[in-house]
């Protein structure tokens, strides 16, 4: 189309060039407002966090009651039979009044256990209720464990729970189940119903009473708040024994300087935890190669007789498979 002059209209760019400029006062100043409202929270220091649970626990233990009485016939009681309620409170002066019932309640700060242990380098508090033992065997922190349960805020609201019971790895939980769950004892006999659901006997039944450093701290699930102190009531049933790494040592076993915490155990230096390393001594002989009498336990194999078995000696690197 020879001649042919493509025309401009000055109205048009003049339109275009405000819209052009309005966005990009709108981004500037949209992007300007998400900068300042930015605002890192610092997270708590640990030592002081745990100081205002303990108050917090003992204020809650010392103004909360259970049902006792009700557990003073022996038989196979749930968690649901665990009715902990508040004190009344005086209508005038806000104080907390006696039991309502003092011969079929009692104050849990009356009925619990307290114990400490150290956390990241900081002294914790918790505490237990114990309404039965349990029978059968202990857990060990790093078992997976088959366990029904409830946990409550200290209002009662429910948060979780597993409705029926369920196996979980104790490793995979917050600490303070790793703490709590070997107090107990499993149930000492389990019956098969013809539904295809199992009955326990005499197993272990508790309420745990816990502060936010053994709990969720600062990286608080949904419907929780940051530095939550927690009450988890439970039933254990079984325990299994793990072995994490598949290197025929129970990771229980991995905790060799038996403090509960297999994951500080790391005799190569390598920054992995025994429990979850395949060669633990470092010595390129993968672990379960070390079972040279292959009877399936590489910890009673000790070749120089020092009195550290090849695994976790990087001295005596010799394998199973030298000969194949």
């Known amino acids: 189309m ?11 760019i003049f339109r275009n060039t405000i819209v052009v400029l309005l966005l990009s006062v709108l981004c500037f100043t949209s992007c300007k407002k998400d900068d300042d409202d930015i605002v890192t929270i ?21 103004t909360h009651y259970y049902n006792s009485a009700v557990f003073e ?42 114990f400490t242990i150290e956390y990241l380098d900081v002294e914790y508090e918790y505490y237990t209720l114990t309404l039965n033992e349990g029978g059968g065997e202990s857990p060990n922190s790093s078992d997976t464990i088959n366990v029904n349960y409830l946990g409550q805020q200290f209002d009662g609201e429910a948060f979780d729970s597993s409705a029926n019971s ?39 039944l508790g309420v745990m009473f816990i502060p936010s450093g053994l709990a969720y701290f600062s990286a608080a699930p949904t419907g929780l708040s940051q530095y939550e102190n927690l009450v988890f009531k439970f039933e254990l049933y079984t325990t299994e024994a793990n072995d994490h790494d598949s290197d025929l040592v129970f990771s229980f076993i991995e905790d060799l300087n038996g403090n509960g915490d297999v994951s ?11 429990y979850f390393d395949i060669d633990d001594d470092g010595d390129g002989v993968i672990t379960r190669f070390e079972d040279l009498n292959n009877d399936g336990d590489p910890t009673n194999d000790d070749t120089d007789e020092d ?7 990087s001295g005596t690197a010799l394998s199973n498979q030298d000969d194949n």
């Open 42 to 62: 610092p997270i708590r220091d640990r030592t002081e966090q745990q100081a205002a649970d303990k108050d917090s626990l003992l204020n809650y233990l010392n």
């Open 166 to 204: 369920a196996n979980f790895d104790l490793l995979s939980l917050i600490p303070a189940w790793r703490y709590v769950i070997p107090r107990f004892g499993t149930a000492t006999s389990i019956v098969e119903n013809e539904d295809g659901t199992f009955s326990y006997d005499n197993y272990g």
């Open 264 to 274: 500080d155990d790391d005799t190569d230096l390598d920054g992995v935890p025994n």
């Open 307 to 313: 009195g550290i078995p090849n695994y976790l000696d």
């Open 2 to 12: 020879k001649g042919f002059i493509k025309k401009t209209n000055p109205i048009m």
């Open 73 to 114: 016939v022996p038989g196979n009681y749930t968690y649901e039979d665990i009715v902990i309620e508040e004190l009344p409170v005086d209508i005038d002066t806000g104080e907390y009044l006696d039991l309502p019932d003092p011969d079929n309640q009692t104050l849990l700060i009356d009925a619990i256990e307290t």
